[in-house]
T-cell receptor, first 112, second 114 residues
Framework: AQSVSQHNHHVILSEAASLELGCNYS??????LFWYVQYPGQHLQLLLK????DPLVKGIKGFEAEFIKSKFSFNLRKPSVQWSDTAEYFC??????????WGAGTKLIIKP | DVKVTQSSRYLVKRTGEKVFLECVQD?????MFWYRQDPGLGLRLIYF???????EKGDIPEGYSVSREKKERFSLILESASTNQTSMYLC?????????????FGSGTRLTVV
């Protein structure tokens, strides 16, 4: 069965530190990949997505992610985090034309 | 901008009550979804619907049912609420063309069953 793994459930960083959140998926076929973010008290919103083409995709708020097909990975990165990046981050992969499969989420806490 | 609106932000219900969670989207999306979100478990799909009156079970449908009588509205029903259904419930929709375009989420309904 398809699955999505996010390696860390909780990450705590200081402001200005660099961030990398891991995401691996199990499906070997063509996939679309997503990172969503949920700020405290807010709804889930799309951070970035990969369909095809350049494997390095840029999203909102300075985030980027790299699709490495050989490693089945789609890690999220940001060179310098801010306190406002405190949120929960979810990786997702298309399961079918209708559905996404979701990782368990990573709670990111940025210490001011 | 697409809007997905969930009728209640917070609900408290008693064990055994029938509970209705409503979701409305305003952009003519065909596909709609109900998830529950629990700490450490991510999002788990309860039911989805790809057209009016059509529904498909997700990964955890037990104890739930759904109704889609109009394209814009997708209701989740807890026939007899139990304490293990205390959770955050998220509604989402996708544009025609499917999941590859991503989902738009509502703000969620935090349900507490006492």
């Amino acid at each position: 069965a398809q699955s999505v793994s996010q390696h860390n459930h909780h990450v705590i960083l200081s402001e200005a530190a660099s961030l990398e959140l891991g995401c691996n998926y199990s499906y070997g076929g063509t996939v679309n990949l997503f990172w969503y973010v949920q700020y405290p008290g807010q709804h889930l919103q799309l951070l970035l997505k990969y369909f095809s083409g350049d494997p390095l995709v840029k999203g909102i708020k300075g985030f980027e992610a790299e699709f490495i097909k050989s490693k089945f990975s789609f890690n999220l990165r940001k060179p310098s985090v801010q306190w406002s990046d405190t949120a929960e981050y979810f990786c997702a992969v298309t399961r079918s034309n209708y559905q996404l499969i979701w990782g368990a989420g990573t709670k990111l806490i940025i210490k001011p | 901008d697409v809007k997905v609106t969930q009728s209640s932000r917070y609900l408290v219900k008693r064990t055994g009550e029938k509970v209705f969670l409503e979701c409305v989207q305003d952009m003519d999306h065909e596909n709609m979804f109900w998830y529950r979100q629990d700490p450490g478990l991510g999002l788990r799909l309860i039911y989805f619907s790809y057209d009016v009156k059509m529904k498909e079970k997700g990964d955890i449908p037990e104890g739930y049912s759904v109704s889609r009588e109009k394209k814009e509205r997708f209701s989740l029903i807890l026939e007899s609420a139990s304490t293990n259904q205390t959770s955050m419930y998220l509604c989402a929709s996708t544009r025609p063309g499917g999941a590859g375009y991503g989902y738009t989420f509502g703000s969620g309904t935090r349900l507490t069953v006492v």
